[in-house]
């Protein structure tokens, strides 16, 4: 376990955390910029020592801060891999130095074949032998993420691990800090305020607001929530799980069944059988009253509409069900008033098979 | 012939001097170049800079003169040198040394201290975190990052010596292999209308500032890129 009980004062910002989070999973914090995240981060550190009011932080037992007793671990004996927001690779030094600077001053290390497994997953093979200035910013944030990784012991640290790298690099990333996560029993503490880099990612999520943590607990089960205020975010997503029936090749698309209802995600291959989380963003659902035959939408699913609320002066957020499935729904005031739509109504909601973003549920991380 | 003793003692003073300054100005210019939410040095920061600039543009004279005072043997630090070592400060190459290590102060650490303050914090909370011990960051982060700032410390603390007047007038005087430097010499030989000498010294003095000054900038301009 990791207990921190902290309250530090920066100028008119209070952070007031008093948590206790398992270190056998990937714990995810989520809020908006400014929220506390990163001040949350730099205690675990052993930073900021001049903003405590009060801070304690014990890690399996092993006390890393404590503020009365002045017993302290200094942050270079924490063990922690850290990458920060403003990655911060040193610029005289080589990629290979950089990745490498962590590793070397580790006491106890595994099997240094996880030195290439990074290097290669993060697609850094090429970059090995040029200097920080000569990386791209998404470049730069991978061998940033490398060198935490690699430096990680006791506890890996990423803050917006994945805000500068690309699209095309992203699925890749968050499966090797998955692999590593479960294959080196290393706990990881991550910030971001991506939805989906958070389904894919995290398993315990806290999430901020104004230096506190407003909610806690299992992803799935707080994601899941529609009427906590987490789900309901503008950024809201869905998750529906359903089981893969098959893959169809010739259009690259899979079919799966949730219920008695059957849905299609593109485009990777997924194992068959295998039971998958769909995310779907709420804001890409859309609604109707009859069903549509002639459309391009491929998802459909006949649902009850169970709440609704006017959350702007432009949208309605509509609580849908279907066989004790809730997800949620943004529509337009506009569109909420033409179709009258009534509580108890049968609607039928539909969504594009493109926005469905597939996450394999995996058997050992205990989110079944 | 040109004098070699005045030239080997100043070389031997600018050396001394800018070495001694170097182990001094570290620790002062990261001092002064870190940030702090210390109130106390917050508020004696200005102070420290302000006393390390005064050579800068104070006229050597007020310096030497106020040195001369305290290397006598009445005072203070002039008695307990003459009991340690037997010997009087004043118009001595040791007292010739302190003074120019006021001299140069600012020549050392001000670089040092721009040098120093370019390092972002966050560089060295990360190599903290990756488990870098003090003296890890400091061979591996700090130094190698302030190599253009130790090599223009160093030059300029060492040519800022090599040109030294007034302070070596008022506390050095004029003694063969002790405390004669070249801009001594040189003003001496003006003097006494030994122009030849004067000139043979000024063009060597010239000669090598020039040098040591250009090498050093050509270091700065390839340096820069780096980052």
Redesign the interface.
Same mark, same amino acid.
């Given at each position: 376990m990791l207990n921190i009980n902290t309250l530090c004062q920066f100028g008119d910002f209070r952070l007031d955390v008093n948590q206790s989070l398992p270190t056998n999973q990937i714990i995810g914090l989520f809020g908006s910029s400014g929220c506390g995240k990163s001040r949350l981060i730099r205690q675990i550190l052993g930073l900021d020592k001049e903003h405590r009011l009060k801070s304690q932080i014990s890690f399996n037992k092993k006390t890393w801060q404590q503020s009365d007793s002045k017993l302290e671990l200094i942050t270079q004996h924490r063990g922690i891999g850290y990458l920060p927001q403003t990655i911060d690779l040193f610029p005289h030094l080589t990629v290979q130095e950089n990745i490498l600077f962590g590793w070397n001053k580790r006491a106890s290390k595994p099997d240094d074949s996880i030195i290439n497994y990074v290097i290669q997953q993060l697609d850094i093979d090429d970059l090995i032998t040029r200097h920080p200035s000569e990386l791209s910013g998404g470049q730069a944030q991978r061998v940033a993420l490398a060198r935490a990784i690699l430096a990680a012991s006791n506890l890996l640290i990423l803050d917006e691990p994945l805000s500068a790298i690309g699209e095309d690099h992203k699925p890749q990333v968050m499966q090797l800090l998955k692999q590593i996560s479960l294959k080196y029993k290393l706990p990881i503490i991550f910030s971001s305020h991506s939805r989906i880099e958070h389904a894919f990612l995290t398993d315990y999520i806290l999430t901020f607001n104004n230096g506190k943590i407003i909610q806690s607990g299992k992803y799935r089960l707080v994601a899941n929530d529609i009427n906590a205020p987490f789900a309901q975010r503008p950024d809201a997503l869905n998750c529906i799980q359903a089981k893969v029936i098959d893959f169809e090749p010739e259009f690259s698309i899979n079919k799966l069944k949730t219920n008695n209802n059957f849905l299609w995600a593109g485009h990777k291959k997924l194992a068959k059988n295998s039971l998958v989380n769909l995310e779907v963003n709420a804001q890409d659902i859309s609604i109707s009253l009859t069903p549509i035959k002639d459309t391009s939408i491929l998802n459909c699913i006949v649902s009850e509409l169970i709440a609704f609320e006017e959350i702007s002066s432009h949208q309605y957020l509509l609580k849908l069900s279907f066989e004790n499935v809730f997800f949620i729904a943004f529509i337009t005031k506009k569109s909420f008033l033409e179709l009258d739509l009534t509580l108890n109504q049968k609607v039928y909601a539909m969504f594009k098979s493109v926005s469905v973003q597939p996450i394999a549920i995996e058997s050992d991380s205990g989110l079944t | 012939m040109p004098d070699y003793s005045a030239i080997i003692v100043t070389l031997k003073l600018a050396l001394t001097t800018s070495l001694i300054l170097m182990l001094i100005g570290l620790p002062l210019a990261w001092w002064l170049a870190r940030p702090s939410?210390?109130k106390v040095k917050n508020k004696t920061r200005p102070i420290v800079e302000a006393i390390v600039a005064l050579p800068l543009v104070l006229p050597p004279t007020v310096l030497g003169f106020y040195l001369l005072i305290a290397f006598s043997p009445d005072s203070w630090l002039g008695a307990t040198w003459l009991k340690l070592t037997g010997s009087s400060l004043a118009f001595s190459f040791s007292g010739l040394v302190i003074g120019s290590l006021f001299y140069s102060l600012p020549f050392v650490v001000q670089p040092l201290q721009a040098t120093f303050a370019a390092i972002?914090q /966050? !560089?060295l909370?990360?190599?903290?975190?990756?488990? /870098? !011990?003090k003296i890890?960051q400091l061979k591996?982060?700090i130094f190698?990052?302030s190599k253009t700032g130790l090599i223009s410390a160093f030059s300029l603390g060492f040519a800022h010596t090599l040109g030294e007047f007034g302070v070596v007038l008022m506390i050095g005087g004029n003694i063969e292999n002790e405390t004669r430097v070249l801009s001594i010499a040189i003003y001496d030989h003006v003097e006494t209308l030994q122009f030849g000498q004067a000139h043979q010294l000024s063009i060597i003095l010239i000669a090598f500032s020039l040098a040591l000054l250009t090498i050093l900038y050509r270091f700065k301009h390839n340096r820069i890129g780096?980052?």
């Open positions: - | 939410l210390n972002p /966050a !560089t909370e990360v190599s903290r975190s990756l488990g /870098a !011990t890890q591996q982060i190698p990052l780096f980052n």
